[in-house]
């Protein structure tokens, strides 16, 4: 659950790009500040799954397990 979490995370910048559409100024240097955020976000979160993995841990993204785990609770009680 994770990882979709993380997929939808991806997928955010391309929608604000979208939504707004801002092509030069300061909206655009927002918009690259934003792409590079979450880049640099994912990459972290890759390194830190490497690195528990290597060392024989299950990786728990604080942030991201927590929205996922929100996410089945909802589909749990949804189903009940």
């Known amino acids: 659950m994770q990882a979709v979490v993380l997929d939808v995370l991806l ?9 707004f559409g801002p092509r030069g100024g300061i909206g655009l ?5 934003f792409y590079n955020t979450v880049f640099l976000f994912l ?10 993995c290597l060392l024989g841990k299950t ?3 604080p ?3 927590d ?5 089945i609770e909802g589909e749990l009680t949804d189903r009940l």
């Open 43 to 52: 990459v972290s979160c890759f390194l830190f799954g490497v690195f528990s």
């Open 11 to 19: 997928i955010l910048p391309t929608l604000v790009e979208r939504t």
């Open 29 to 33: 240097q927002l918009l690259i500040i």
């Open 59 to 61: 990786p728990r993204l």
């Open 63 to 65: 942030i991201i397990a």
């Open 67 to 71: 929205a996922a785990d929100q996410q």
